[in-house]
Structure formats: structure tokens, C-alpha cells
């Protein structure tokens, strides 16, 4: 009864396990981004943020002495101006003038002046100040990667996010398909419980919330189990005993046909032989119904196939023939539509024809009069189509479930007497047997329709 001996899990030291591999995997890329940093710094993949001041700070003896400043003279990473001593006006550079403003206004304050990641160094001279502009942000130090990535602080963010990114969805995908596993063993117990294939091997997780619940399904399995067992028995007791009682009718009813048989032989006025009559054919009837029921009662036990060559397009013909004679005078259409039916294939051609005249004389029964039944035939490379319509008033919902099952009759939409509900039961069990499937259903002007597929391969 799914008991286990090994060690379980539970969901919570599930999910504390995957939060914390989560968080140490995280810890660990955020430690290996900055070591990787602090290496790419000193072996000079990039420059820090200070890189450009220390460099303007070094050309500081050289500016202030020079007889002349040039452009030559200023690094291709950095900007430059000359600006008057006395007027603070712009002499020479390539500093924009909106930048200049706050440079002015604190000139003589402070060499060092920085504003929006921009660092401004002032350096005097005898009659002139020369400015020089260079960035606070760390940058790569090719040429070719400051062109195109220009921001070294926000580029390096978004590789970490990426990478974060990257790591969540891994470890969130592995955990996740390690429950998923869990939820496919759920789901194939209860499709085998669905499709009544009890007689499956449960695999257990080892996770405690997952196996109570295989453990509930395996008790449901059990008991299902057993009640489609005690229900067969059932089923097969109640056959035999309707056998039974068939057979014992059948003698009682023989020896009254048979007398009676004998009475028509005598002499009789008009009435008489009426009365005896009417036993006769009483008798007929009766014998009918107890050849259906000794039929009914061995059905499941002796039905069998016989698979040899036979041509579905004289099965069709048959049929189309037999059941024409069958309506006899009753005004309605039959109408066959035959499409590709092949000349060979592997069938039971006595169960077909049987199970297809079931199928048919049904139709023709619930048509009324001035009504039509269509029956189409086709042949593909798989399979054999054989579907009935009628212009009755179709299947009750109750009929569409039920139709199919022993001694079943709707008295609310198809029923007619002389049918003993066990037409729809045998050909159903004639169409399993060819390993093919019956449907029953309604058409769009509500008639009846049964739908009969069988595989060819």
C-alpha cells in the first residue's frame, strides 16, 4: 500500500534548499565580478576614475612653464582652455563655454573643481589660466570600447545584472524540473487510474507531500480495483442467471408453441383458430426474445474474430442491399455515398455485416416516415469510416452516454417496440474487436448519427 522505508523530503526543505543555493550562487558571482575588477584594474583593462586627474596633475609642471600652450600638448582624453587673468574670458581651448561658467566662479578659490562626473584642474600662469576638463568615470583603456561603450560603470552593471540574471533562471529551471518530474509521476498514476490500467508500479518521489498523495491514489487504485472486480462478478453472475432462466423459459414455451401448433391442425370454427393464432405468434415472439437473451448472456464469452482478406466495397454493397430490403414498405431514402473503399483488407466480414446492420436498421427504425438515412463509407490509407445519419429526432443527452450499454432504451427519443436496447451494445463490441471506436452523436438538423472508425493497419 505505497508504505517507504527511505529518508523523505518535505517542500519546505525543498524550497529552503533552493533558496539558498540561489543566494550563495548570487554571493558568489557578486565576489567574482569585483575580484575580477580589481584585476582587470591592475593589469590595466581599464582605468579607474581618478586615472584622469592624476595624469592632468602630472602636466602640470609642463604648463605652467611652457612659453606657449598648444593643443599638442593636451591628451586626446582631456579638453583644454585659456582664459584671460583679468577678464576671465576665453582665449583659446576646446572647453565648451557652458562649462567654463562654473569654472569662473570658483577660479580663484580652488585649482580643483568638479561637477556631473567632470573633474576641472587650474592651472596658473603669468598672464593666463589654463583649464583642463577630464572625466571622473572609470573608462576602458582601448580607444575602440570607450568609442562604444563609453560607460564603464553602467556596462559593467549590466553585465553583472545579466549574469545574476542568468544564474537565477539556472538554478530556478533545475529546481523546477526536479518538481516537475514529481508532477509527472502524479499525473501518470492518475491518467493509468483514469484509463483503468490498475495494474501499474507506482514510483515514489521521496518527497512527503508528493508520496501521500501517490499513496491516496494507490488506495483509490485499491478500492477501484476491487469494486471493477466485484462489479464483474456481478456482471458475469447476473448473465449466467439470465442464461439460465432462458433456457428453463425456452421449454415451458416450446411446449406451448407446439401444442398450439397441433391445435391448428384440428378442426376449428373462425374464432378458435384466431385464439390460436395469436398463441403462435405470442409463442414466435417470446422465442425471440429468449433467443436475444441466451445470445446476450454468452456474447462476451464466445465473440470472437476471425481476421481474413475481404473486400470492404462488397461489405458496403451488401449492406446496401440488406437493409434496402429491410425497410420494405416504409417510405424513406436511403442514400449510400462510397468513396475509395478498398478491395482488400484484414476484417471479421460476418461480425462487420452484423454489427453495421445493427447500426442500420436502428436508423431506419427511429426515421419517420418521408424521411431519409445517410450512410457515407471511405477508405483512406488508415482506417474505414462508416457513418449513419437519420432524420429522427436523434439521441436524448441521457442516450448519447448511455446508448451503448446493455438492454439501454430512451422511451424519450428512440425508442420503438421490438428493440431490446442490446443493437448498439453488440456492434459496439464488434467495432472494439477490430480495435476501432463507436461514437454516437446528433446532427445540426437533430437527427441521430453514429460514427464508426475502424484502423486498417
Known amino acids: 500500500m505505497g508504505i517507504i522505508f527511505a529518508r523523505k523530503k518535505n517542500l519546505l526543505r525543498e524550497l529552503i534548499k533552493y533558496i539558498v543555493t540561489l543566494s550563495l550562487c548570487l554571493f558568489i558571482i557578486t565576489v567574482l565580478y ?15 576614475a581618478n586615472y584622469h ?45 557652458k562649462d567654463l561658467q562654473l569654472v569662473k566662479n570658483k577660479i580663484e578659490k580652488k585649482p580643483y573643481v568638479n561637477y556631473k562626473q567632470k573633474g576641472y584642474l587650474i592651472i596658473e600662469r603669468r598672464d593666463e589660466y589654463c583649464v583642463l576638463q577630464y572625466s571622473l ?14 560607460n564603464y560603470e553602467l556596462t559593467s552593471i549590466c553585465i553583472l545584472i545579466i549574469l545574476l540574471i542568468f544564474a537565477i533562471a539556472m538554478i530556478t529551471t533545475y529546481f523546477a524540473n526536479k518538481l516537475r518530474k514529481n508532477f ?15 495494474q501499474f508500479t507506482p514510483t515514489f518521489t521521496h518527497i512527503k507531500e508528493f508520496d501521500d498523495v501517490i499513496n491516496s491514489l494507490i488506495e483509490m487504485r485499491d478500492a477501484l480495483q476491487s469494486s471493477l ?8 453472475n447476473k448473465k449466467e442467471q439470465i442464461g439460465s432462466l432462458a433456457h428453463d423459459i425456452k421449454i415451458p414455451i ?43 448472456s454468452k456474447m462476451e464469452d464466445s465473440l470472437t474474430v476471425h481476421f481474413e482478406k475481404e473486400a470492404i466495397a462488397t461489405l458496403t454493397e451488401t449492406l446496401q442491399e440488406d437493409i434496402i430490403a429491410y425497410k420494405g414498405n416504409k417510405t424513406i431514402d436511403i442514400m449510400f455515398t462510397i468513396e475509395h473503399l478498398l478491395d482488400e483488407a484484414m476484417i471479421d466480414w460476418q461480425l462487420l455485416h452484423r454489427a453495421f446492420m445493427n447500426i442500420l436498421t436502428n436508423a431506419v427504425d427511429y426515421t419517420p416516415e418521408g424521411g431519409t438515412v445517410s450512410v457515407h463509407a471511405e477508405c483512406d490509407s488508415e482506417f474505414f469510416s462508416f457513418v449513419v445519419k437519420d432524420t429522427g429526432i436523434g439521441f436524448s443527452e441521457a442516450a448519447l452516454k448511455k446508448a451503448t450499454e ?24 464488434a467495432v472494439n474487436l477490430h480495435n476501432g471506436e463507436l461514437t454516437l452523436g446528433n446532427t445540426e438538423e437533430g437527427g441521430g448519427e453514429v460514427r464508426v472508425t475502424i484502423p486498417l493497419v
Do not use: C
Open 184 to 198: 509527472e509521476t502524479l499525473s501518470l498514476i492518475t491518467r493509468n487510474i483514469k484509463e483503468q490500467n490498475l
Open 254 to 296: 416450446t411446449i406451448i408453441k407446439g401444442n398450439a401448433e397441433l391445435l391448428s391442425l384440428s378442426a376449428q370454427d373462425e374464432e378458435q383458430a384466431e385464439y390460436t393464432r395469436y398463441i403462435i405468434s405470442a409463442g414466435i415472439q417470446i422465442e425471440q426474445y429468449i433467443y436475444q437473451l441466451i445470445h446476450l
Open 137 to 150: 568615470r572609470a573608462e576602458f583603456s582601448s580607444p575602440l570600447l570607450r568609442k562604444y561603450l563609453p
Open 53 to 97: 586627474e592624476r595624469e592632468a596633475e602630472k602636466l602640470i609642471p609642463m604648463l605652467e612653464t611652457a612659453r606657449k600652450i598648444t593643443p599638442d600638448m593636451i591628451p586626446d582624453t582631456m579638453s583644454y582652455a585659456l582664459l584671460d587673468k583679468d577678464t576671465k574670458q576665453k582665449i583659446a581651448g576646446t572647453i565648451k563655454d
Open 406 to 429: 446493455l438492454f439501454y432504451m430512451d422511451d424519450k427519443s428512440r425508442h420503438s417496440k421490438g428493440h431490446y436496447g442490446m443493437g448498439l451494445t453488440f456492434a459496439k463490441s
Open 229 to 236: 472486480e466485484a462489479q464483474w462478478r456481478l456482471e458475469k
Open 34 to 48: 569585483f575580484i575580477l575588477n580589481t584585476i582587470a584594474i591592475n593589469v590595466g583593462f581599464f582605468q579607474p
